[in-house]
């Protein structure tokens, strides 16, 4: 269980600070045998750690036993009312009401005008740039643009700058310990969050005070929950929406913007396939996916003592279901570490091990619309430019998230 309250954090953080984040679980694996369950402490809690795809939709499948159990910190930044934050009865709730705004047909035809509104002209000003650029740092802009527009219905120049100002505050106190004193990581973050959230609430008083959408702006996710009825006719609380809104702003740009840079990268390194990606997209996508395993592991509490596999997990005991040791599993993949868009052509690959988006009734409710931008940005990028890395081997940072260590240091070239 390591040391005391620190737990095993110092060889987690030593392990994701190198060049070979999964030497973690390997040494799980390597000294407590194949077993697939594995007890430790981390983030401030003992935990329980699973890593077969049998035992990781077993967590995220079995609602009765499992709820979220993402970290204080995460819980407290991401909104106590948000998908995030609320048992596992309101969540139902919500989503069951919030499903058609985010992954309806309506909703996901709606937003695709939106997402090649902001796309088409962000390349072309990216191409007109007369030296190297930070493509990661670009891609998050880009993706927040989109996802403001998706979901506010505009993007004023004053919302994005200050909302990439304040998300970028955010986000390295997602996974920090909870400390709410200046001059800490998590402080700052609730900081940010404040302003985002009197941002957002503005928002929503505008658009409750007029009776149509204002002149300038799309109809927006923001205007469909603000519609959404529960079965009494009962609309969504404010708190609601702000807190679902504040969650896929950030989840919408972060998490898109790493799988679209990724699958740039490996392309590039990968000359053939990328000529093969622009006649297919799909397969590109989901390899990036599980190549680049976004988020390691998902977050479960058990609720009440559950015994997995001839082991018993006390109640309250936090679970990681550790999807990146699935995706990285050669016995499941083989050569994991090699980006190899073809393996996607076995179809059974997508049943059980595949699951970068999580599973279950808290499966991600942004998938579709996640891959909706992703599509739409590689085909408009693939067809008509070309990424030249300037650092194409240098080392990569694995935290909070995986990115080149100089975000991608990049020009990019239009295709004659």
Known sequence: MGWPFIGNMWSFLRAFNSQNPDSFIHNLINKYGPTSIY???????????????????????DDKH????????????????????????????????????????RA????????????????????????????????????????????????????????????????????????????FVFHRAIKARKKLVKMIEDEVDERRATTSVPAGMNKGMMDLLMEVKNETGEK?????????????????????AHTVMWALIYLNQHPQMLQKA???????????????NIAFTFFRKAEADVNIKGYTIPKGWRVMAWHRAIHMDPNIY?????????????QRLKGRTFIPFGAGSRTCPGADLAKIQISIFLHYFLLNY??????????????????????CLARIIKLP
């Open 39 to 61: 007890k430790t402490h981390l983030f401030g809690s003992p935990s329980i750690i699973v890593c077969s795809p049998e035992l990781c939709r077993k967590v995220l499948t």
């Open 66 to 105: 499992f709820s979220f159990g993402y970290p204080s910190s995460a819980i407290r930044l991401g909104g106590k009312k948000s998908l995030y934050g609320v048992p596992n009865s309101e969540h139902w709730r919500l989503r069951r009401l919030i499903s058609d705004p985010i992954n309806g047909h």
């Open 108 to 183: 996901l035809a709606l937003y695709i005008g939106h997402i090649e509104d902001i796309v088409i002209p962000s390349l072309e000003e990216l191409d007109t740039m007369d030296r190297p650029i930070k493509f990661f740092t670009e891609m998050k802009r880009i993706g927040l643009k989109v996802i403001a527009q998706v979901l506010l219905g505009s993007t004023k120049d004053s919302i994005l700058t200050s909302m990439v100002e304040y998300y970028t505050e955010l986000f390295p106190g997602v996974l920090s310990m909870p400390i709410d004193v200046p001059g």
């Open 236 to 256: 969504l609380e404010d708190e609601h929406i702000i807190d679902l809104l504040l969650l896929i702003l950030f989840a919408g740009h972060e998490t898109t």
């Open 278 to 292: 622009k006649e297919e997209q799909q397969e590109v996508i989901d390899e990036t996916l599980r190549r680049s």
């Open 334 to 346: 083989p050569n994991p570490k090699e980006f190899i868009p073809s393996r996607w052509e076995n």
């Open 386 to 407: 070309e990424l030249e890395q300037l650092n194409p081997n240098g080392p990569i940072s694995y935290l909070p998230l995986p990115r080149p260590a100089d975000d």
